[in-house]
């Protein structure tokens, strides 16, 4: 790899880098302080998948789902 490759693969690397975090938040901007930290807001289609952030979330998540449901017809 020459010398000029190496530079912009590694400015490649470092513009990205910035970007990403450039799209990073506080944990303040992404939810709600409580007592024990910040809880994150979810809000999922169906429950199912409400039920699976909960459960990988656990205290940290508040999840709504909005189709609760199981026998509605989420294309309805």
């Known amino acids: 790899m020459t010398v ?3 530079a912009r ?7 990205a880098t910035v970007l990403a975090a450039g799209c ?3 944990p303040q901007a ?3 302080s409580g007592g024990s930290g910040t809880t994150i807001t979810v809000v999922a289609a169906e429950n199912f998948w409400g039920s699976i952030a909960k459960q990988l979330g656990g205290s ?3 999840v709504t789902s909005i189709i609760a449901n199981p026998d509605t017809d989420p294309h309805a």
């Open 30 to 32: 992404t939810g709600s």
């Open 60 to 62: 940290h998540v508040t």
């Open 9 to 15: 693969v590694a400015g490649l690397v470092l513009a």
């Open 24 to 26: 990073a938040t506080s």
């Open 4 to 6: 000029q490759r190496f």
